[in-house]
Structures are given as structure tokens and as C-alpha cells.
């Protein structure tokens, strides 16, 4: 099968396209996806690069790179019961051995759920990996509620734009951050307020939010600092970034107004993705890509990812729509 691997690590240019690649045989437990389309995500070129202190020690060459996929089921394992071959499904492949980037893909089944009805394999493909992080921070480790009030840092990427739409779909007041150009963006997605944060002082929502999603690139431990402040007492501050810990003054403002703080890594749940799946056929929620890119300009998607100011979703496709089973 054609499939992107990388054999060293390094930029870009590592990325090879290949065709001879063996097709994954799927294990009892998982499913083999004959994969439409890979959504393209910073972890990717993370890894690319050799990992953080957090995944390194995951990682193995050679590697095929690419952890959210869209496709049809082609085979199942002989313990898989909720899928048969020909559905279409959306999920999170196994992190990091058998990535997406690939014709076809083994996964555990239960990292997968059936795709939604109401959108393309492109936009499908957007949805894992950041929505089950939107999802994760929100709701398991945010435990947010309706009514409460929410900072989403980072409003307008892949997590954020989801996460923007997941809370309110959960009866939250929600609160973004983005640069001027995503504003109405936000607004568009449903943000009751939009905060430009180059030039907007968080200090205006002083002790407001029952919980801060910080969804931004940003590692900044500075800024973190700054934006516990706008927490109510007794509040939460939730980061999706695993692999930069809070830093001992954040912790101590963090304990000052008896809040916690947590690190929050996605749970690849089939059930979040088919609740995920519900919302967007109810047209509560939309799927935002920003460009698809085909298998062979992998390198230019990673490049773009690297600017760190993707709106939504880049989205690689590796079959056309048309190309049913
Ligand atoms: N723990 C996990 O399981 C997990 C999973 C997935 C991702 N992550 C992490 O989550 C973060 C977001 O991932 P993603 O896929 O959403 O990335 P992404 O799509 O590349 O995010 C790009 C967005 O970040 C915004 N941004 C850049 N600098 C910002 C700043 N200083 N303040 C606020 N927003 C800023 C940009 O908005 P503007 O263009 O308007 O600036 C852009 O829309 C990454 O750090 C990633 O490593 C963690």
C-alpha cells in the first residue's frame, strides 16, 4: 500500500512517500480502515521531529506518522462485534505504531466510532484527536457544568474550535482567545465573548471563569500566571499540553484561590466519539477545514501546521470521496 513513513527523524523533508508499504494485518481486537482521509495535528510533526520528554520514549523507526482517520471498514478482528466490513468510521488509530498516513490503517475498535452522516471523509477526519482533547479536558478532567463560565485559550485551532462548540453545546458560557483575524470566527462558532489576546488584557474578566482550557500552542508559564487570576476561587485551569508542566508559581497562585491544575491527555472513548458524531449530525456542532492537502504535499501540511496559526483543521486526503468501496 502507499503510505508516508519516515525512517530518521528531522523536518520535513524526512517525510517519504512510499508504495510498497505492507498493509497491516489487524489484530483480534482491532479494525483495518481503508482510510479516506488523515487529519493532520502539531503531535505529528512533534514526533517527526523526535518527540518531547512525553513521547519519546513511544517512539520506534520506521514509523508511518498520522494519529486521526476517516474510511471504511475493511476487515474486522475476530473479537470485534460493533463493526462490520463497509461501514464508515472515524476514530483515533493506536498511538504511535500504525499511523494514517496510509491506504489503510489497524486500530483498536474501540478507539473507533461510526463516522457522522452529515459530512465528507475530510471533514470526518478532522474531528478525533482534537475533539476527543476538547472533550477530555472539558469533561472529564474540567468536569464543566451548564451555566459555568469557560476560558478556551486557543479558540481558533483544531482543539479549540471544537472545544468552543462542545461547551456550548453543554450549556456553558464560553470565552476565546484568538488573534484580531479569528474574532469573528470565534463568534461564528458560537463564543459569547472573543478576546484578541495580542491586545486584550485577560485582567478585564477578573475572577470570572470557572475554568480555563488552555488549547493554545503557547508554553508559557508566564502567561499561565497571568490568566489564574481570572479564575474564580476554587476553580479549575485544564492544559492539553502534557509535555510542559505547571512551574512552582503557578502552582502556589493556583493554591492561593484553592484551584487545581491538570494536564489533560485525550482518551480515545468510542463513546464521546459517537456522542461527538450525534452533535454534528444535529447540526450543534461544525467541522472547520481549513485545507486538504493530498498525500504527496504531506511536507507542505506539515509546514503549514508549523505556523502554529491554523484556523480548524488541515486535512490530508488519501482517496477521493467518489472512491466508495
Ligand atoms: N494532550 C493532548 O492529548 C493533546 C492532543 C492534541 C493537541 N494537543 C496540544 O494542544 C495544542 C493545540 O493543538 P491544536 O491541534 O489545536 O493546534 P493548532 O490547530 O495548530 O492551533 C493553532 C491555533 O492556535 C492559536 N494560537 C497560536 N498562538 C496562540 C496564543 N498565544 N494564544 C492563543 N491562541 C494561539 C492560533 O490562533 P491565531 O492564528 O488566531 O493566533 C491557531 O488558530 C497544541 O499545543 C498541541 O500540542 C494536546
Known sequence: ?????????????????????????????????????????????????????????????????????????????????????????????????????????????????HKPKSISFNEAAGVPLAGLTAWTALFEDGQLQAGQRVLIQGAAGGVGSLAVQFAK??????????????????????????????????????????MVLEASPLRDNAERLRTVAVLKEGGIFVSVNLDFPFNEAVQAALAAKHATGKLSNNQPRQEWLTEMAQLIDAGQVQVVVSRVYPLEQVADAHRESETRHVRGKLILEIRKEAEQA
Open 169 to 210: 453545546a453543554k450549556g456553558a458560557y464560553v470565552i476565546g482567545t484568538a488573534s484580531a483575524s479569528n474574532l469573528e470566527y470565534l463568534r461564528q462558532l458560537g463564543a459569547d465573548e472573543a478576546l484578541d489576546y495580542r491586545n486584550q488584557q485577560m485582567t478585564e474578566l477578573a475572577q470570572s471563569v470557572d
Open 1 to 113: 500500500m502507499k503510505a508516508v513513513r519516515i525512517h530518521a527523524f528531522g523536518g520535513p523533508e524526512v517525510l517519504q512517500v512510499e508504495e510498497n508499504v505492507a498493509r497491516p494485518v489487524p489484530a483480534a481486537d482491532e479494525i483495518l480502515v481503508k482510510v479516506y482521509a488523515s487529519g493532520v495535528n502539531p503531535a505529528d510533526w512533534v514526533v517527526r521531529e523526535g518527540g518531547n520528554d512525553v513521547l519519546r520514549p513511544y517512539l520506534t523507526l520506521p514509523m508511518i506518522l498520522g494519529w486521526d482517520a476517516a474510511g471504511i471498514v475493511e476487515e474486522v478482528g475476530s473479537a470485534v462485534t460493533e463493526f462490520q466490513k463497509g461501514d464508515a468510521v472515524y476514530g483515533e488509530p493506536s498511538f504511535p505504531s500504525a499511523g494514517s498516513y496510509a491506504e489503510y490503517c489497524a486500530a483498536k475498535a474501540n478507539q473507533f466510532a
